[in-house]
Protein backbone atom coordinates (compact mmCIF):
# COMPACT_ATOMS: atom_id res chain seq x y z
CA UNK A 1 0.00 0.00 0.00
CA UNK A 2 1.50 3.95 -1.30
CA UNK A 3 1.63 5.94 1.65
CA UNK A 4 0.79 9.38 -0.57
CA UNK A 5 2.23 11.30 2.29
CA UNK A 6 5.39 10.64 0.78
CA UNK A 7 4.58 12.50 -2.16
CA UNK A 8 2.00 15.09 -1.18
CA UNK A 9 4.71 16.30 1.50
CA UNK A 10 6.60 17.26 -1.22
CA UNK A 11 3.72 19.51 -2.95
CA UNK A 12 3.08 23.11 -1.93
CA UNK A 13 -0.54 22.80 -0.60
CA UNK A 14 -1.52 24.75 -3.71
CA UNK A 15 -0.85 22.01 -5.96
CA UNK A 16 -2.09 19.56 -2.80
CA UNK A 17 -5.50 21.27 -2.81
CA UNK A 18 -6.07 21.22 -6.75
CA UNK A 19 -5.93 16.71 -7.09
CA UNK A 20 -7.86 14.78 -5.64
CA UNK A 21 -5.38 11.80 -4.80
CA UNK A 22 -7.63 9.58 -3.14
CA UNK A 23 -9.48 9.01 -6.45
CA UNK A 24 -6.22 7.93 -7.95
CA UNK A 25 -5.72 4.55 -6.87
CA UNK A 26 -3.71 3.44 -10.47
CA UNK A 27 -1.62 6.62 -10.08
CA UNK A 28 1.67 6.19 -11.73
CA UNK A 29 3.44 10.04 -12.43
CA UNK A 30 2.63 13.22 -11.92
CA UNK A 31 4.16 15.44 -14.61
CA UNK A 32 4.87 19.15 -13.14
CA UNK A 33 6.13 21.69 -16.24
CA UNK A 34 6.45 25.83 -15.25
CA UNK A 35 3.66 27.69 -17.17
CA UNK A 36 1.49 24.42 -17.89
CA UNK A 37 -1.37 22.52 -16.89
CA UNK A 38 -0.20 19.09 -14.47
CA UNK A 39 -0.68 15.74 -16.24
CA UNK A 40 -1.34 13.05 -14.24
CA UNK A 41 -0.98 9.42 -15.35
CA UNK A 42 -3.38 7.18 -14.13
CA UNK A 43 -2.89 3.44 -15.21
CA UNK A 44 -3.44 3.96 -19.25
CA UNK A 45 -5.21 7.19 -18.47
CA UNK A 46 -3.78 10.57 -18.64
CA UNK A 47 -5.27 13.35 -17.14
CA UNK A 48 -4.28 16.98 -18.09
CA UNK A 49 -5.59 19.37 -15.10
CA UNK A 50 -6.62 22.45 -14.80
CA UNK A 51 -4.10 23.59 -12.28
CA UNK A 52 -1.26 25.37 -14.06
CA UNK A 53 2.12 24.97 -12.29
CA UNK A 54 4.30 28.50 -11.51
CA UNK A 55 7.83 28.20 -11.14
CA UNK A 56 8.18 28.91 -7.59
CA UNK A 57 6.29 26.14 -7.07
CA UNK A 58 8.96 23.67 -8.73
CA UNK A 59 11.48 25.38 -6.65
CA UNK A 60 9.06 24.67 -3.79
CA UNK A 61 8.95 21.50 -4.45
CA UNK A 62 13.00 20.55 -5.12
CA UNK A 63 13.70 22.67 -1.87
CA UNK A 64 11.03 20.26 0.08
CA UNK A 65 12.48 17.12 -1.57
CA UNK A 66 16.16 17.90 -0.44
CA UNK A 67 15.01 18.94 2.87
CA UNK A 68 16.16 22.82 2.06
CA UNK A 69 19.74 21.34 1.44
CA UNK A 70 19.82 21.41 -2.28
CA UNK A 71 24.05 20.86 -2.35
CA UNK A 72 23.41 17.54 -0.51
CA UNK A 73 21.50 16.32 -3.88
CA UNK A 74 24.33 17.37 -6.29
CA UNK A 75 25.14 13.96 -7.01
CA UNK A 76 21.61 12.97 -7.57
CA UNK A 77 20.86 15.72 -9.45
CA UNK A 78 23.36 15.98 -12.08
CA UNK A 79 22.05 12.17 -12.68
CA UNK A 80 18.35 13.78 -13.42
CA UNK A 81 15.99 13.01 -10.22
CA UNK A 82 16.17 12.75 -6.84
CA UNK A 83 14.55 9.64 -4.81
CA UNK A 84 12.24 10.49 -1.96
CA UNK A 85 11.09 8.66 1.11
CA UNK A 86 8.92 6.01 -0.17
CA UNK A 87 11.20 5.47 -3.35
CA UNK A 88 9.38 7.58 -5.10
CA UNK A 89 11.73 8.89 -7.98
CA UNK A 90 11.57 12.72 -8.99
CA UNK A 91 13.05 13.30 -12.21
CA UNK A 92 14.00 16.73 -12.88
CA UNK A 93 14.76 18.63 -16.28
CA UNK A 94 16.13 22.41 -16.63
CA UNK A 95 19.48 24.16 -17.69
CA UNK A 96 22.35 21.83 -17.29
CA UNK A 97 25.64 23.30 -16.26
CA UNK A 98 28.37 21.27 -18.22
CA UNK A 99 32.02 21.10 -16.75
CA UNK A 100 34.56 18.80 -18.33
CA UNK A 101 31.88 17.41 -21.11
CA UNK A 102 30.21 16.06 -18.01
CA UNK A 103 26.65 17.65 -16.41
CA UNK A 104 27.90 18.65 -13.26
CA UNK A 105 24.21 19.78 -12.06
CA UNK A 106 20.48 21.23 -13.34
CA UNK A 107 19.52 24.73 -12.77
CA UNK A 108 16.64 26.93 -13.39
CA UNK A 109 14.50 23.50 -12.84
CA UNK A 110 11.84 24.38 -15.45
CA UNK A 111 9.75 20.52 -14.69
CA UNK A 112 9.44 17.63 -12.64
CA UNK A 113 8.60 13.93 -12.94
CA UNK A 114 6.94 12.64 -10.15
CA UNK A 115 7.41 8.76 -11.07
CA UNK A 116 4.89 7.01 -8.30
CA UNK A 117 7.34 3.42 -6.76
CA UNK A 118 4.94 0.62 -6.67
CA UNK A 119 6.14 -3.12 -5.48
CA UNK A 120 3.76 -6.18 -6.45
CA UNK A 121 4.41 -8.59 -3.68
CA UNK A 122 4.07 -12.18 -5.25
CA UNK A 123 4.24 -10.98 -8.76
CA UNK A 124 7.13 -13.59 -9.41
CA UNK A 125 5.38 -16.79 -8.08
CA UNK A 126 4.46 -18.49 -11.54
CA UNK A 127 8.06 -17.54 -12.76
CA UNK A 128 10.24 -19.28 -10.06
CA UNK A 129 9.54 -22.54 -10.59
CA UNK A 130 11.17 -21.90 -14.13
CA UNK A 131 14.28 -20.36 -12.67
CA UNK A 132 15.40 -22.68 -9.96
CA UNK A 133 16.84 -26.55 -9.60
CA UNK A 134 17.86 -27.99 -7.06
CA UNK A 135 18.12 -25.64 -4.74
CA UNK A 136 19.68 -23.25 -6.93
CA UNK A 137 19.21 -20.62 -9.29
CA UNK A 138 19.62 -20.43 -13.37
CA UNK A 139 21.51 -17.43 -14.78
CA UNK A 140 18.31 -16.07 -15.98
CA UNK A 141 18.39 -12.87 -17.91
CA UNK A 142 14.41 -11.15 -18.52
CA UNK A 143 14.09 -9.35 -21.92
CA UNK A 144 11.47 -6.46 -22.11
CA UNK A 145 10.38 -3.56 -23.73
CA UNK A 146 9.48 -0.41 -21.38
CA UNK A 147 6.71 -0.39 -19.27
CA UNK A 148 6.18 -4.42 -19.53
CA UNK A 149 6.79 -4.65 -15.88
CA UNK A 150 10.80 -6.30 -15.91
CA UNK A 151 11.67 -4.35 -12.77
CA UNK A 152 8.85 -4.99 -11.07
CA UNK A 153 8.80 -8.64 -11.35
CA UNK A 154 13.13 -8.68 -10.80
CA UNK A 155 12.69 -7.08 -7.60
CA UNK A 156 9.69 -10.10 -6.21
CA UNK A 157 12.50 -12.02 -7.59
CA UNK A 158 14.68 -10.89 -5.43
CA UNK A 159 12.56 -11.00 -2.74
CA UNK A 160 11.62 -14.60 -3.00
CA UNK A 161 14.95 -15.88 -3.71
CA UNK A 162 16.48 -13.64 -0.32
CA UNK A 163 13.41 -15.10 1.84
CA UNK A 164 13.16 -18.58 0.45
CA UNK A 165 10.57 -20.51 -1.12
CA UNK A 166 9.55 -23.19 1.32
CA UNK A 167 6.90 -25.43 -1.00
CA UNK A 168 9.23 -25.25 -3.25
CA UNK A 169 12.22 -26.45 -1.33
CA UNK A 170 14.18 -23.25 -2.41
CA UNK A 171 16.22 -21.97 0.90
CA UNK A 172 16.88 -18.16 1.11
CA UNK A 173 20.43 -17.06 -0.67
CA UNK A 174 22.30 -14.29 0.05
CA UNK A 175 21.97 -11.55 -2.90
CA UNK A 176 23.29 -8.39 -3.58
CA UNK A 177 21.12 -5.67 -5.68
CA UNK A 178 23.42 -3.61 -8.02
CA UNK A 179 21.05 -0.51 -8.24
CA UNK A 180 22.92 1.38 -10.46
CA UNK A 181 19.44 3.66 -11.18
CA UNK A 182 17.71 3.24 -7.74
CA UNK A 183 14.86 1.43 -9.18
CA UNK A 184 14.91 -1.91 -7.85
CA UNK A 185 15.70 -1.30 -3.75
CA UNK A 186 14.18 2.27 -4.07
CA UNK A 187 16.70 3.22 -1.49
CA UNK A 188 15.97 6.67 0.21
CA UNK A 189 19.38 7.57 2.63
CA UNK A 190 21.18 3.84 1.39
CA UNK A 191 17.81 2.05 2.69
CA UNK A 192 15.72 0.16 0.47
CA UNK A 193 12.33 1.39 0.68
CA UNK A 194 10.62 -1.89 -0.97
CA UNK A 195 10.86 -5.18 0.05
CA UNK A 196 14.04 -6.98 -1.55
CA UNK A 197 14.14 -9.74 0.54
CA UNK A 198 15.92 -10.14 4.10
CA UNK A 199 19.38 -11.43 2.86
CA UNK A 200 19.41 -8.63 0.15
CA UNK A 201 22.15 -6.38 0.75
CA UNK A 202 22.05 -3.07 -2.16
CA UNK A 203 25.03 -1.12 -3.79
CA UNK A 204 22.43 1.68 -4.56
CA UNK A 205 23.81 4.31 -7.56
CA UNK A 206 26.51 2.35 -8.12
CA UNK A 207 27.66 1.03 -12.02
CA UNK A 208 27.13 -2.39 -12.41
CA UNK A 209 30.64 -2.82 -13.44
CA UNK A 210 31.94 -1.69 -10.66
CA UNK A 211 29.32 -3.06 -8.13
CA UNK A 212 29.48 -6.84 -9.21
CA UNK A 213 33.03 -6.56 -8.35
CA UNK A 214 32.33 -5.24 -5.20
CA UNK A 215 29.57 -7.43 -3.91
CA UNK A 216 31.78 -10.11 -4.97
CA UNK A 217 35.14 -9.14 -3.29
CA UNK A 218 33.08 -7.97 0.08
CA UNK A 219 30.02 -9.51 0.40
CA UNK A 220 30.18 -12.80 -0.52
CA UNK A 221 26.83 -12.98 -2.46
CA UNK A 222 24.88 -16.32 -3.88
CA UNK A 223 22.97 -14.23 -6.42
CA UNK A 224 23.55 -10.99 -7.86
CA UNK A 225 20.60 -9.16 -9.39
CA UNK A 226 21.20 -5.74 -11.56
CA UNK A 227 18.70 -4.19 -14.26
CA UNK A 228 19.22 -2.84 -17.99
CA UNK A 229 22.83 -4.51 -19.37
CA UNK A 230 24.12 -1.60 -21.35
CA UNK A 231 27.77 -1.88 -22.21
CA UNK A 232 30.73 -4.38 -22.48
CA UNK A 233 32.08 -3.64 -18.85
CA UNK A 234 28.59 -4.97 -17.59
CA UNK A 235 29.11 -8.39 -19.37
CA UNK A 236 32.86 -8.75 -18.27
CA UNK A 237 32.10 -8.17 -14.75
CA UNK A 238 29.24 -10.79 -15.25
CA UNK A 239 32.22 -13.65 -16.61
CA UNK A 240 33.80 -12.37 -13.33
CA UNK A 241 30.73 -13.09 -11.30
CA UNK A 242 30.08 -16.29 -13.18
CA UNK A 243 33.45 -17.73 -12.55
CA UNK A 244 33.44 -17.35 -9.51
CA UNK A 245 30.38 -19.02 -8.70
CA UNK A 246 28.09 -16.36 -8.00
CA UNK A 247 24.45 -16.68 -9.69
CA UNK A 248 23.32 -14.16 -11.99
CA UNK A 249 19.70 -12.60 -12.94
CA UNK A 250 19.36 -9.23 -14.94
CA UNK A 251 16.99 -8.08 -17.37
CA UNK A 252 17.88 -5.92 -21.02
CA UNK A 253 15.59 -4.08 -23.56
CA UNK A 254 14.40 -6.02 -26.40
CA UNK A 255 11.67 -7.74 -27.81
CA UNK A 256 12.76 -10.84 -28.00
CA UNK A 257 16.19 -13.08 -28.75
CA UNK A 258 15.58 -12.27 -32.09
CA UNK A 259 15.23 -8.91 -31.32
CA UNK A 260 18.74 -8.63 -29.81
CA UNK A 261 21.07 -10.79 -31.97
CA UNK A 262 22.05 -8.03 -34.08
CA UNK A 263 23.78 -6.29 -30.67
CA UNK A 264 27.33 -6.54 -29.70
CA UNK A 265 26.51 -6.30 -26.33
CA UNK A 266 24.03 -9.50 -26.71
CA UNK A 267 26.25 -11.66 -28.83
CA UNK A 268 28.88 -11.30 -26.03
CA UNK A 269 26.86 -12.47 -23.41
CA UNK A 270 25.66 -15.22 -25.92
CA UNK A 271 29.52 -16.45 -26.68
CA UNK A 272 30.19 -16.09 -22.99
CA UNK A 273 27.49 -18.66 -21.85
CA UNK A 274 26.58 -16.69 -19.51
CA UNK A 275 22.52 -16.58 -19.11
CA UNK A 276 20.70 -20.66 -19.11
CA UNK A 277 17.43 -18.68 -18.83
CA UNK A 278 15.83 -16.10 -20.84
CA UNK A 279 12.20 -14.89 -19.73
CA UNK A 280 10.68 -12.36 -22.19
CA UNK A 281 8.01 -10.08 -21.44
CA UNK A 282 5.27 -8.09 -23.24
CA UNK A 283 2.20 -6.45 -21.95
CA UNK A 284 -0.25 -8.21 -24.03
CA UNK A 285 -2.34 -9.25 -21.43
CA UNK A 286 -1.21 -6.58 -19.15
CA UNK A 287 2.12 -5.86 -17.78
CA UNK A 288 4.00 -9.18 -16.71
CA UNK A 289 3.20 -11.19 -19.51
CA UNK A 290 5.35 -13.77 -20.40
CA UNK A 291 5.40 -14.64 -23.84
CA UNK A 292 7.53 -17.56 -23.67
CA UNK A 293 10.71 -18.72 -21.71
CA UNK A 294 13.78 -19.96 -23.93
CA UNK A 295 16.32 -22.29 -22.81
CA UNK A 296 20.06 -21.18 -23.74
CA UNK A 297 21.18 -24.91 -22.94
CA UNK A 298 18.49 -26.69 -25.10
CA UNK A 299 18.38 -23.61 -27.69
CA UNK A 300 14.65 -23.25 -27.83
CA UNK A 301 11.76 -21.84 -26.35
CA UNK A 302 10.34 -23.96 -23.23
CA UNK A 303 7.06 -22.32 -22.52
CA UNK A 304 4.92 -19.65 -24.70
Known sequence: MINMRDITNVLPDSIKNSIRFEELDKLQEIRIKANKPIILQN????????????????????????NYSIYAYDEDIK?????IKGGHRVGICGRCII???????????????????????????????????????????IISPPKCGKTTIIRDLCR?????????????????VIDERSEIGACFNGIPQLNVGIRTDVLDSCPKSEGIIMAIRSMSPEVIVCDEIGTLKDVEAMINAMNSGVNLISTIHGYGIEDLLNRTVFNEILKNNIFQKAVVLSNKNGAGTIEYIFDFEKNKKLSN
Open 43 to 66: GYKEIITKYTTNVEEIKSIIQRMS
Open 160 to 176: NISNGVLELKLTGKKVC
Open 99 to 141: ENNKVKTIKDPASLNIRICREVIGCSNFLIPHIIRNNSVYNTI
Open 79 to 83: QGYIT
